[in-house]
């Protein structure tokens, strides 16, 4: 029962609380990762900076679950209408598209650290680990968060 | 009859909305029917997804009509003007 009306909540979301949802889970988990980077190298005592970092961690748990509830089994389920399929076809571009570009950005970002400001960029354990933990948590994330974004307001009920 | 101001494809107007209230049908009946989800209903009748040659063609064969009755490129007149002709001011 309460699951249900969880579901039925998070289907009615309104378009732009859903755009913010979408926008906020891919930049969470990446925001938390830098945020942590940025302040671990100063001496600022960690009890102040510590917890906005789970802050950061945690909306990206939360809008990757709202995102799994809004859009179900539409992005990847097999009995759907014309419309569901277009919808789920552009979600499914928009992902490639956003993941193309976000990886696109990062090859040019390094580019011109490197070969711009004659720095060096380290690929030590610890930037991998988080590239990888952002990829590997993200990328299922990009088509829900892409359909959530498409998706017009519901029709209003009889 | 509606139609979004945020879409880029061509609006394609329909009639949707009042064939089914004139058959007492709620859009979950039509989309029965139709096999569709009942929000795609309600998204056809807002102008906001252009449906398929077949999915037209299976409303109109569904209401008994010919699919240029239900669907056109152009603003339909309102049902009045078309029964009794234009009143004038």
Known sequence: ?158 | MGRSAQRTEPILYNRLAVLRTERGLSRQDLADSLEVNYQTIGYLERGEYNPSIDLALRAAEFFGVPVEAIFSRKPFKPMSEQLYGPRGG
């Open chain 1, 1 to 158: 029962m309460e699951g249900r009306s969880m579901v039925a909540l998070a289907q009615q979301l309104p378009r732009r609380i859903r755009r913010v949802v979408a926008v906020a889970t891919m930049l969470g988990l990446p925001g938390s990762y830098a945020w942590y980077a940025t302040w671990s190298a100063s001496t600022a005592p960690k009890a102040v900076w510590g917890p906005f970092s789970f802050v950061f961690l945690l909306v990206s748990v939360v809008g990757a679950l709202v995102l799994y509830t809004y859009a179900g089994n539409r992005v990847s389920g097999k009995h759907l209408d014309e419309r569901q399929r277009q919808l789920r076809d552009r979600a499914w571009v928009l992902s490639y598209s956003v993941l193309s570009i976000a990886v696109a950005a990062a090859v040019v970002g390094a580019s011109i650290v490197v070969l711009g400001f004659d720095r060096t960029i380290v690929l030590d354990g610890r930037v991998m680990s988080g590239v990888t933990t952002c990829f590997g948590v993200l990328v299922p994330v990009l088509p829900f968060a892409s359909f959530a974004w498409l998706e017009p307001e519901p029709p209003a009920e009889d």
